[in-house]
Structure formats: structure tokens, C-alpha cells
Nanobody
């Protein structure tokens, strides 16, 4: 059974950095792991994802150059380092896993329906 547990959210000033963590269990080497976010009154949107076993990441244009996804295999943990935070980054951030993304499917996928497992979310609020 796959489990995802996020942590690390908080209230931040614009311009600072914050790192979110996603503790995982049960992921296979075929899985994609990523982050989505949902701002108040908006749909949940893709942020970044990569293959759990290794490979390049895919980023949303809005965070490219500011956010970095990484993993610690020994700890089964995925991190989202967020630099130069902006008020528009305010959202609930969700860790998600796509249990099996096969070649030719556009892996890692960027649409919400492709992801089978979700964490409970962690709130990030950025103020001016």
C-alpha cells in the first residue's frame, strides 16, 4: 500500500526559501512522484514530478528555476525546495504518486487524474 505524508509547510515572507518533505512508502520503481498545489478558489495544478527510480524532472513554467524536486532513497523521502517564494505560491501543496507510467504516456504526467495516491496536503502561505 502506497502512503504519502507531507510536512514542512508554513507562513513565509516573500523572497525566502522553504523545503517541503514527502515521506513515502510502497512505491515501485515504475512510479512517478510529484507535487501539485491548490490555491484558494482555484483548481489543483501540477508543480513538478519525476520518476521515483531516477530520471529528469518536469516542472510547471510558473516554478521553473525557483523550485527543485529531489529524493533521498535511504529515507524514502521526496523534497520540494522552493526558493524566491512569491505570494502567488500560496496554496495547499500535495505530494502525489502515479503508480505506473509506461513509455509513450508522456511520463511524468502533469494531469491530476493520472495520479493514484495523494497525501493529505500541507499549507504554504507567502505574504508580502
Amino acid at each position: 500500500q502506497v502512503q504519502l505524508v507531507e510536512s514542512g509547510g508554513g507562513l513565509m515572507q516573500a523572497g525566502v526559501s522553504l523545503t517541503l518533505s514527502c515521506a513515502t512508502s510502497g512505491l515501485s520503481n515504475y512510479a512517478m512522484v510529484g507535487w501539485f498545489r491548490q490555491a484558494p478558489g482555484k483548481d489543483r495544478e501540477f508543480v513538478v514530478a519525476f520518476k521515483w527510480s531516477g530520471g529528469s524532472a518536469k516542472y510547471a513554467d510558473s516554478v521553473k528555476g525557483r523550485f527543485t524536486i529531489s529524493r533521498d532513497n535511504a529515507k524514502n523521502t521526496v523534497y520540494l525546495q522552493m526558493d524566491s517564494l512569491k505570494p502567488e505560491d500560496t496554496a495547499v501543496y500535495y505530494c502525489a504518486a502515479d503508480r505506473r507510467c509506461t513509455a509513450g504516456s508522456g511520463c511524468p504526467r502533469t494531469w491530476e487524474a493520472a495520479y493514484d495516491y495523494w497525501g493529505q496536503g500541507t499549507q504554504v502561505t507567502v505574504s508580502n
